[in-house]
């Protein structure tokens, strides 16, 4: 499993950008998917997540209503739309992958066996 994210950069609050996160396995559709970002100087946390059975998401109480994941399984990629962002969203947004089959862990780091490099997202205020 490898994970390529992109789709960062700088943008005003208000804005919007959306996060991709292309997968080059072939297990895409039987995992778990999930965005994390780390600030500076604070650790990572949970931003979002989509389940491999049914497709259920999971969100942070801090983007709820803002942000909305989605997968498209046939071309293995993962998505973050994020609008009405602020300031406070800046931070490396971190996609991660869990291992096939799993239904649990959707929240947290130890849920995730791989994770990309990570694309910076900056809000300017």
């Known amino acids: 499993v490898q994970l390529q994210a992109s789709g960062g950069g700088l943008v005003q609050a208000g804005g919007s950008l959306r996060l991709s996160c292309v997968d080059s396995g072939s297990t895409f559709g039987i995992r778990n998917m999930g965005w994390f970002r780390q600030a500076p100087g604070k650790e990572r946390e949970f931003v979002a997540a989509v389940s491999w059975k049914g497709s259920s998401t999971y969100y942070a109480d801090s983007v709820k209503g803002r942000f909305t994941i989605s997968r498209d399984n046939a071309e293995n990629t993962v998505y973050l739309q994020m609008n009405s962002l602020k300031p406070e969203d800046t931070a490396v947004y971190y996609c991660?992958?869990?291992?096939?089959?799993?239904?649990?862990?959707?929240?947290?780091?130890?849920?995730?066996?791989?994770w990309g490099q990570g694309t910076l997202v900056t809000v300017s205020s």
């Open positions: 991660a992958a869990a291992r096939p089959y799993r239904l649990t862990g959707t929240g947290i780091d130890s849920g995730y066996d791989y």
